[in-house]
């Protein structure tokens, strides 16, 4: 009943700790003291929660500790055992090549006898560990140590991961292509988009823009919605390229909301965005390459305008969807 476990995803720039703690075990947040925790009781204790996993539960490179931070926690059941889930992540400075954890949570004031299973996973190689009074540290070494080539990789394959992805930003790119009438109208869009959204990425990467991620992601929504409107109201594209750049703009804060997520190695920054940046556009290059000829194709047929409208209509029904999802207004998936 008072196992806990932890499950440490290992990146090149960091490592995402999934940690699991038995309701007994943590029964020191009961502020009502009627031997359960609520959502509002862990909610409200935020801060001390967070402030203990950081002084007990550290990862350390070198002997110096990672830096930490707490995503997210959840009341969640496991193998039948009530308890909170904690979504960790600590980053490091320097490409990973092992590393130390400490973990010294509940066997002081908590539960003496308390056990935490750890898994840890990177690539397709797996290490485990069993953490106990006796037994609070454990030096993972890696077996694939990561070096510049190999994390520049990584990131420009995370690029392209992002934008193939990224069905959003697809379908924005997608709804922009279909009125373009010649490969020049083509390499105008692509263009305009792509020198928009490296902008405000590396404005964004760099920590000049911060913006909600609500807003960015709502506002990418309803750029689809418009260019869809757009596409059935009007045949006329001449500044299709300027609004292209404009609503670039946007999607650049989204595809840095992404890599925000993902976390950047300090020291490889600057040549980690740009490989993550140049990942993306090799993505979207690949897939206008092979969606264009085939939309070139279609447009010589009679109906096409016809094609243009239903296609639209059906982008304006997801956009609107998505918008909906990203204000809150319904549930994520329905």
Do not use: C
């Not at 932890?6 to 003291?33: M, R, W």
């Not at 308390?114 to 077996?143: C, K, P, V, W």
């Not at 190695?265 to 390459?289: A, D, R, W």
């Amino acid at each position: 009943m008072n196992n806990g476990y932890s499950q440490l995803t290992v990146h090149p720039e960091g490592v995402e700790y999934e940690l699991f703690i038995p309701e007994v075990s943590l029964l020191k947040y009961d502020a009502n003291q009627d031997d359960k925790l609520s959502t509002e009781e862990l909610i409200s204790q935020k801060g001390a929660i967070e402030a203990d996993l950081r002084d007990h539960l550290r990862l350390l490179q070198d002997m110096n500790p990672m830096e930490f931070s707490m995503r997210s926690l959840e009341k969640e059941e496991k193998e039948t055992v009530s308890g909170v889930s904690f979504q960790l992540y600590y980053s490091s400075s320097k490409p990973i090549n092992g590393f130390t954890i400490e973990y010294n949570l509940l066997f002081e004031d908590a539960d003496p006898l308390h056990l935490n299973f750890a898994i840890i996973e990177e690539g397709d190689d797996i290490d485990q560990t069993i953490f106990d009074a006796s037994h609070r540290s454990y030096h993972y070494e890696s077996m694939h140590p990561a070096t510049w080539g190999s994390t520049l990789g990584t990131y420009f394959v995370l690029g392209i991961e992002h934008i193939v992805t990224g069905y959003d930003h697809l379908l924005f790119l997608f709804s922009l292509l279909l009125i373009a009438s010649r490969w020049r109208n083509m390499l105008q869009i692509v263009t305009a988009f792509t020198v928009a959204h490296s902008i405000t990425l590396f404005l964004a990467a760099m920590g000049y823009v911060d913006v909600n991620p609500v807003w960015i992601e709502s506002a990418i929504a309803l750029t689809i919605a418009y260019v869809a409107v757009e596409n059935m109201w009007s045949q006329k594209h001449a500044l299709r390229w300027l609004l292209t750049f404009v609503f670039g703009l946007i999607h650049g804060l989204g595809f840095a909301g992404a890599l925000d997520e993902i976390g950047l190695p300090k020291q490889y920054f600057i040549s980690s965005l740009l490989t993550f940046n140049l990942g993306v556009e090799t993505g979207q290059l690949v897939i206008v390459l092979l969606v264009m000829p085939l939309l070139l194709w279609l447009r010589t047929k009679k109906r096409y305008r016809h094609l243009v409208i239903a296609g639209s209509a059906i982008i304006l029904v997801q956009a609107l969807w998505w918008l909906l999802e990203r204000t809150g207004v319904i549930g994520a998936g329905g």
